[in-house]
Nanobody, 121 residues
Framework: QVQLVESGGGLVQAGGSLRLSCAAS????????MDWYRQAPGNQRELVARITSGGTTNYADSVKGRFTISRDNAKNTVTLQMNSLKPEDTAVYYC???????????????WGQGTQVTVSS
């Protein structure tokens, strides 16, 4: 059984910073990409940032230059450093991992339970 557990959400004033962390545990053979998504009320879930096993990163245009994604492959963790936060960054943030449970098996996505980020103006 694979679990992804996020931590680090909370309430912050506009212009402030938060750091989200996500740890994947369980019987994992390998992890391809690790992502952060977010979903605000009434909106679709959107990809915020992605990092591959090789360290290649991609960001949503709305967070480029403010957010930084990083990962520790040895610990199966991914972190999202969020700076210069804006009220429009308010959302539930979800960690996702595309991983393989054993050699020869296909890739499967797993999701965390989400953590609330609220940015006040």
């Amino acid at each position: 059984q694979v679990q992804l557990v996020e931590s680090g959400g909370g309430l912050v004033q506009a212009g402030g910073s938060l750091r989200l962390s996500c740890a994947a545990s369980g019987s994992i053979f390998s992890i391809n990409s690790m992502d952060w998504y977010r979903q605000a009320p009434g909106n679709q879930r959107e990809l915020v940032a992605r990092i591959t096993s090789g360290g290649t990163t991609n960001y949503a245009d709305s967070v480029k230059g403010r957010f930084t994604i990083s990962r520790d492959n040895a610990k199966n963790t991914v972190t999202l450093q969020m700076n210069s936060l804006k009220p429009e960054d308010t959302a539930v943030y979800y960690c996702s991992a595309l991983l393989r449970l054993s050699a020869g098996r296909g890739l499967t996505s797993y999701w965390g339970q989400g953590t609330q980020v609220t940015v006040s103006s």
